[in-house]
Nanobody, 124 residues
């Protein structure tokens, strides 16, 4: 059984900041990889950031480098979003997987566990 619960979304003006949080629980296992994805209306789901549970190494999609920061604290994973743009408007999903190599891909099909999402809306 897995349970991923996101929070922290909302409506914000362009230039503002948000912190998204995700509580991750995967039965008796500790996921090796946790990530954030987003999906805008009519668009494919895209990975924005991933973090290895062991060591905390992270990587980012080119489109968000310098503005997004992923971090973790035990069973929580966070996504700090700064300098928000209208194009950041999307449903943001937390994902996790037991595979160490999954973090290197940020391919949604590689992730087994998903949350329900939290909406971020950025207005100009």
């Amino acid at each position: 059984q897995a349970r991923l619960v996101e929070s922290g979304g909302g409506s914000v003006q362009a230039g503002g900041s948000l912190r998204l949080s995700c509580s991750v629980s995967v039965s008796t296992y500790v996921p090796a990889c946790k990530a954030w994805f987003r999906q805008a209306p009519g668009q494919k789901r895209e990975g924005v950031a991933a973090i290895w549970t062991a060591g905390g190494g992270a990587h980012y999609a080119d489109s968000v480098k310098g503005r997004f920061a992923i971090s973790q604290d035990r069973a929580q994973v966070y996504l700090d979003i700064n300098s928000l743009r209208t194009e950041d408007t999307a449903m943001y999903y937390c994902a996790a997987d037991l595979g160490v190599s999954t973090c290197a891909t940020m391919n949604e099909h590689d992730y087994e566990y998903w949350g329900q999402g939290t909406q971020v809306t950025v207005s100009s």
